[in-house]
Antibody
Framework: QVTLRESGPGMLQPSKTLSLTCSFS??????????VSWIRQPSGKSLEWLAA???????YYNPSLKSRLTVSKDTSNTQVFLKITSVDIADTATYYC?????????????WGQGASVTVSS | DIQMTQSPSSLPASLGERVTISCRAS??????LNWYQQKPDGTIKPLIY???NLQSGVPSRFSGSGSGTDYSLTISRLEPEDFAMYYC?????????FGAGTKLELK
């Protein structure tokens, strides 16, 4: 059974760095072609793809946020991380991680429950 | 970025009814169109990939079609659990982008 679970600080102040963790089981990111993405959703709004990392460690970023994003994975290939620098109120959202199978880079076939993040002073 | 326009934004419907949600891309996306369902608790379920392929476990009352810039999701007979938000997503062009969503609600 494939499961993904996001975790984060819940709340942080403007200008800080947001650190999120995606812990997953039921698959390994070391499997050729596997990809894990981060997607976010402000309350009442649509989904925005942020970043992805693949089995080979290649990283992909949404150009609109690229300068502020860093995606990485752990050596055991069971966790993926996302850092967003210089957060502001507009970064308040639910953050999801999702998996894509080999050959389907951005077709997300399994999603986490999401982690709510509020940016507030 | 490719813009995805969904219509309608809200769709009141009754149990057992057949409904269709539309998604239009700002340029051709060569059938690289996926659909997702989101429940009020935030849970996101993949439904369809590459225009018309059902994800594992998705009931056959869901179907997708389209080509070029115009795509649609059809639910043949609405069940209580189908009332939710629906999003289309294109992954033909980087970065992948989502539509604004369609809220399927009980009439």
């Amino acid at each position: 059974q494939v499961t993904l679970r996001e975790s984060g600080p819940g709340m942080l102040q403007p200008s800080k760095t947001l650190s999120l963790t995606c812990s997953f089981s039921g698959f390994s990111l070391s499997t050729s072609g596997m990809v894990v993405s981060w997607i976010r959703q402000p309350s009442g709004k649509s989904l925005e793809w942020l970043a992805a990392i693949d089995w080979d460690g290649d990283k992909y970023y949404n150009p609109s946020l690229k300068s502020r994003l860093t995606v990485s994975k752990d050596t055991s290939n069971t966790q993926v991380f996302l850092k967003i620098t210089s957060v502001d109120i507009a970064d308040t959202a639910t953050y999801y991680c999702a998996r894509s199978l080999p050959g389907y880079y951005y077709v997300m076939d399994a999603w986490g429950q999401g982690a709510s993040v509020t940016v507030s002073s | 970025d490719i813009q995805m326009t969904q219509s309608p934004s809200s769709l009141p419907a009754s149990l057992g009814e057949r409904v269709t949600i539309s998604c239009r891309a700002s340029q051709g996306i060569s059938n690289n169109l996926n659909w997702y369902q989101q429940k009020p608790d935030g849970t996101i379920k993949p439904l369809i990939y590459y225009t018309s392929n059902l994800q594992s476990g998705v009931p056959s009352r869901f179907s997708g079609s389209g080509s070029g810039t115009d795509y649609s999701l059809t639910i043949s007979r609405l069940e209580p659990e189908d009332f939710a938000m629906y999003y289309c997503q294109q992954d033909a062009s980087f970065p992948n982008t989502f539509g604004a969503g369609t809220k399927l609600e009980l009439k």
